[in-house]
C-alpha cells in the first residue's frame, strides 16, 4: 500500500515538474532569443546595459505583484476544503492587495520616468521605456495573481496552459521587437514581454474568476492583508538584494576588467536565473502546498523523497548543460562570447546548491518562520557574495566570480541543511516531552 502511495506521489512530482519545466522552458526560451538578440546587437556592452535595465524592471515587477505569492499560496492551499471563511478572507484580501501595489507600482514608475532614464542610461530622452515598463507592471501583477491562484488551488492543467501561452506570446513579441527595432525593441521586451499573455488570454480568465468568485470576496482586513504582507517582506528584500548586488558586481567588474567582461558576467547570469526561475517555479507548484500542511517531520520526509527525486532531476540536466556547454553558449550568444564556457562549471554546481538551500529555507517560510529566511538572505545573498567578489574579482576577473558564487552558494546549502537537521531534531524532542 505504500508502495502504491509513493509511486501516486512521485508521480504527482514529475507532473508538476512537467507542468513547470514545460512551461518554464518556454519562458527560457523568449528570455534567452532576448539575450541571444542583445548578444548580436550590443555585444558584451549592450549586454550590461539592458542588464541594468532588467534590474529595475525586476524590481517593478516584484513590487508590482504585493510580493505575497508566497503567502497567498500559503494561506489559500492550507485553508482549501478546511476553513471556507479563512479561505474567502484570504482570497479577497490577495486580489485587494494586488490591485492596490499593481496600479501603484505603474503610477510612480511613469511619474518618475524622467529620472529613472537618467540613473539608468545617462539621459531623459529615454524616459519613454519607464512608461511602457510602468504599464507593463501593472499587467504583470495581475498576470502573477493569476498564476498564484492556479498553484494555490494545484490547477497544474491551467497553470501550464496559461504558461505556455504566456510565453509564447512574450517569444514572439520578443522576435518581432529585435527584428523591427533592434536595440530598443529589446528594451521593450523586457519591459513588456511577460505581460503580453495576459492581455491575450489571462485578462480574460481573471475577468472570470472575477464575476464567479473575486466580487464577491473582495475586500480588505487588516489582520489578513497583514499576514500575507509579511511574506512579502522576504520577497521584496530578496529582489532588492540581488539586484543590488548584481549592479555593484557589474560595477566592480567594469572598474577593474571594463564593460565587455562585465557583458560576459550578465550572460552567464540571464542563463542563471533563466533555471533558477523554473526550478522556483516547480517548487511553489509542488511543494510548498505540501509543506504548508504537514509537519516538521512530515516535511522531513517530503525533502528526502521528492526532494532528493526533485533535485536528481535538476542534477541531471546541470550536467547536460555542462557536457554541452559549448555549443549552448555558440546558439544563445556569439563569438565574442567565448570566455563565458568557463564559467559554467562555477554556476552550475553554485545553483545547484543554492535551489536545494532554497528547497529547504521554504520548509521555514511555509511555517510562517520568515526570520530564517530573511537572516539567510541578508547573509549568503547579499554580505558573503559580495564580500567574496570584493576579494576575487580584482585579480581573477570572471573566474574570480565564479570562485565566489560557488563558495557562497556551497556554504549557503550546508548551513541551511544543519539548520534544518538541528530544528527538526528539537521539534520531534518537544513532541517526546509533551
Not at 498564476?147 to 518581432?176: D, E, K, P, V, W
Not at 511577460?194 to 464575476?211: D, K
Not at 530564517?372 to 576577473?397: R, W
Request: hydrophobic share 50%; aromatic share 16%.
Amino acid at each position: 500500500m505504500q508502495f502504491i502511495i509513493n509511486k501516486v506521489k512521485t508521480g504527482f512530482l514529475l507532473k508538476s515538474f512537467f507542468s513547470g519545466g514545460t512551461s518554464s522552458l518556454l519562458k527560457l526560451l523568449s528570455g534567452l532569443i532576448l539575450v541571444k538578440g542583445i548578444a548580436i546587437i550590443g555585444g558584451p556592452e549592450g549586454m550590461a546595459v539592458s542588464g541594468t535595465f532588467l534590474n529595475v524592471a525586476q524590481l517593478a515587477q516584484t513590487f508590482a505583484t504585493a510580493g505575497i505569492s508566497l503567502g497567498v499560496i500559503r494561506y489559500i492551499s492550507s485553508n482549501i476544503g478546511v476553513d471556507t471563511t479563512a479561505y474567502k478572507l484570504y482570497l479577497g484580501n490577495s486580489i485587494g492587495l494586488t490591485l492596490i501595489f499593481s496600479t501603484s507600482c505603474a503610477l510612480m514608475i511613469i511619474g518618475s520616468s524622467p529620472w529613472l532614464a537618467l540613473a539608468v542610461f545617462g539621459t531623459m530622452g529615454q524616459f519613454y521605456y519607464f512608461i511602457i515598463l510602468g504599464i507593463g507592471a501593472f499587467f504583470y501583477g495581475m498576470n502573477n495573481f493569476l498564476f498564484t491562484y492556479y498553484s494555490a488551488h494545484q490547477l497544474h492543467r491551467q497553470y501550464l496552459f496559461f504558461n505556455i501561452i504566456n510565453s509564447s506570446a512574450g517569444m514572439l513579441f520578443t522576435l518581432a521587437m529585435l527584428f523591427f527595432f533592434g536595440m530598443r525593441g529589446a528594451f521593450v521586451s523586457i519591459a513588456l514581454h511577460q505581460s503580453i499573455g495576459f492581455l491575450l488570454y489571462g485578462f480574460n480568465r481573471v475577468f472570470v474568476l472575477w464575476q464567479n468568485e473575486l466580487k464577491k470576496q473582495f475586500q480588505l482586513q487588516w489582520g489578513a492583508s497583514k499576514k500575507l504582507l509579511s511574506y512579502s517582506i522576504y520577497l521584496l528584500e530578496n529582489i532588492v538584494i540581488i539586484s543590488v548586488v548584481q549592479l555593484l558586481t557589474r560595477s566592480l567588474l567594469i572598474a577593474h576588467h571594463g564593460a565587455d567582461t562585465a557583458g560576459l558576467w550578465d550572460g552567464m547570469s540571464r542563463i542563471s536565473s533563466s533555471y533558477i526561475t523554473a526550478s522556483i517555479s516547480i517548487i511553489l507548484i509542488y511543494f510548498i502546498p505540501r509543506f504548508s500542511k504537514g509537519s516538521l517531520g512530515q516535511c522531513k520526509q517530503i525533502l528526502l523523497k521528492q526532494g532528493a527525486i526533485f533535485i536528481g532531476i535538476i542534477g541531471a540536466s546541470f550536467l547536460t548543460l555542462y557536457v554541452f556547454r559549448g555549443p549552448v553558449v555558440g546558439i544563445l550568444f556569439s563569438e565574442a562570447f567565448g570566455p563565458v564556457e568557463k564559467l559554467f562549471p562555477y554556476f552550475l554546481i553554485g545553483d545547484l546548491c543554492r535551489i536545494f538551500g532554497y528547497l529547504i529555507t521554504t520548509i521555514f517560510i511555509s511555517r510562517k518562520n520568515l526570520t530564517v529566511a530573511i537572516v539567510s538572505d541578508i547573509i549568503f545573498n547579499a554580505l558573503l557574495l559580495y564580500c567574496m567578489q570584493y576579494l576575487l574579482i580584482p585579480q581573477g576577473g570572471l573566474t574570480g566570480v565564479g570562485e565566489a558564487y560557488l563558495f557562497t552558494y556551497v556554504a549557503y546549502m550546508l548551513v541551511m541543511m544543519f539548520y534544518f537537521l538541528v530544528s527538526s531534531k528539537n521539534a520531534l524532542k518537544q513532541m517526546d516531552a509533551s
